[in-house]
């Protein structure tokens, strides 16, 4: 469908509308600093914004399906309106098919990848010319420095301070999209996180597709890992919380293990993806593990931190899974007891090598594994809310519930914890955990501060 009205030339207000990752999100706070910084504004609620960005993911096939359908809806309503948006395609499928968005999808005006989107101002100039622009070098770390300051935001914020993928997994368009591994440097990190606290932030936590390959120099000129990041950020005043995430088995060390007995800011909470519990498919997923490897690992964790939280992420029917292998992985998900685990079906992505392996598994013996793999990780999740009741702990509060004097936050654990009472968000509350249900826990106040 083609737009029936031209884009407004300069944009008053927009809107960021972010999927995939919390990379994403981080990169769409980013990018509306950005407009900010030019004097566009949000669009208020409920109204068309004259600049749709949409910050997009390629992790999976219907992830990027839903790029062109965002488009063909904006198109429409636009049309309908009499008033057509300036429409900006950012994110992982604006890296991976920049050009054929710009063939496919003519009302798009600009395509930006996530390693080039400070250069939005120059693309918004020549928009206004009535220019299409493309943008997607991968300017390692540019973009950061040349990027306005953060921006008041909730009590919980996120920090990217790892780009890019190393690894590629056979299945996997991250190392395409996003480039190679690169850390930011230690101080621009310790000043961002700053800036973040000033701004309200009591928890940070620390993003990159392989967060836990962040090196850097720290203050001392000292090569530092994640682990030393982490006490670097747990010694400054106003921030209480920290987490990080995602990490690879591999990237693990034994000092970011210890560092979770060692500070007390750093949360009980590892997300720690596996993809599957068989040894055969973790090898043609070239994930450079064993299943045997990652529970050691995970025991390392529970020994530094024993009420550690784990998470992890699974796909089933990877090409040539058997259903002795999938149970496998039904097997890790009992062994391991997650607290939390997200779980997909193997989407086979253009470009990567798993795509055109043989043996790709059918669409309903997926939907099959998928269900049950999903009731095996909801029991565990429900059992961990379970053995949590009766303990107090810190819960974050982070908004408003569905009724009034309703608070919803997070508990160390990470699990959505609700309650009553005189507070504001922002708050740290000590909260006896006293209800468990599926996916959020019920707490009953002891007292703030
Ligand atoms: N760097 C992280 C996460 C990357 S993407 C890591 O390796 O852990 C997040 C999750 O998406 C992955 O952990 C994986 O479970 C899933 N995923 C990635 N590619 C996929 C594909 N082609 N099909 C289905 N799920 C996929
Ligand atoms: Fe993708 Fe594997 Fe890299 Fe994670 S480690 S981003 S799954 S290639
Ligand atoms: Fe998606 Fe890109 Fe993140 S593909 S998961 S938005 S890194």
Redesign the pocket.
């Known amino acids: 469908m083609k737009p029936t009205s031209s884009p407004p030339k300069t944009p008053r207000t927009y809107r960021v509308k972010s ?3 919390q ?2 999100v981080y990169d769409g706070e980013r990018m509306a600093e950005l407009l900010g910084e030019r004097g566009i504004a949000p669009a208020p609620e409920g109204e068309e914004a004259d600049l749709v960005i949409l910050n ?4 999976r096939e219907k ?1 990027a399906e839903k790029v062109y359908s965002d488009i063909g809806r904006l198109v429409k309503a636009g049309n309908k309106a009499g008033k057509s948006p300036l429409i900006a395609v950012a ?2 499928v604006a890296q991976a098919e920049g050009e054929e968005i710009m063939a496919r999808a003519p009302a798009v005006s600009i395509v930006v990848g ?1 390693q080039a989107y400070h250069r939005l101002p120059e693309m918004l100039d020549k928009a206004a010319k009535g220019e299409r622009a493309t943008d997607t070098d991968m300017p390692a770390i540019a973009k950061f420095d040349a990027l306005p300051a953060r921006k008041k935001r909730g009590p919980s914020a996120f920090l990217t301070v790892q780009e890019g993928c190393d690894k590629f997994c056979t299945y996997c ?2 190392p395409y ?2 480039g190679a591994e690169i850390s930011r440097p230690f101080s621009h990190l310790i000043a961002e996180a700053q800036k973040l606290i000033e701004a309200g932030a009591k928890e940070i936590t620390l993003l990159g ?1 392989n967060v836990n390959a962040w090196v850097g120099e720290d203050d001392k000129g000292h090569r530092a890992g994640l682990a030393g990041l982490i006490h670097a950020l747990a010694r400054i005043d106003g921030l209480e919380r920290i987490r990080y995430t995602t990490s690879h088995p591999n990237d693990m060390d034994e000092a970011l293990i210890a560092a979770h007995g060692e500070v007390a800011k750093l949360m009980p909470y590892l997300h720690l993806p596996v993809q599957s519990g068989s040894d055969r498919v973790l090898k043609a997923m070239n994930r450079q593990h064993t299943a045997e490897s990652y529970l050691r690992l995970l025991e390392k964790f529970r020994a530094a931190r024993p009420d550690i939280a784990l998470s992890g992420d699974f796909i089933v029917g990877f090409p040539g899974e058997t259903e002795a292998e999938f149970e496998d992985t039904l097997r890790m998900v009992d062994e391991v007891r997650y607290a939390h685990a997200f779980s997909f079906k193997y989407s086979p992505r253009p470009g990567t090598p798993a795509a055109t392996m043989e043996g790709q598994i059918a669409p309903a013996v997926m939907d099959e594994r998928l269900q049950r793999l999903q009731a095996r990780i909801a029991h565990h999740q429900f059992a961990f809310n379970q053995a949590s009741i009766g303990q107090t702990c810190s819960v974050l509060v982070e908004r408003t519930g569905k009724l009034p004097g309703q608070w919803l936050g997070k508990s160390p654990w990470l699990q959505s914890v609700w309650f009553e009472g005189d507070h504001a968000i922002g708050d740290l509350v000590e909260v006896e955990l006293a209800e468990a249900g599926p996916n959020s826990v019920m707490g009953i106040i002891e007292r703030s501060s």
């Open positions: 999927f995939g990752c990379m994403n997009t993911c390629h992790i992830a994110g992982c996530p368009v991250v999209t996003r597709q």
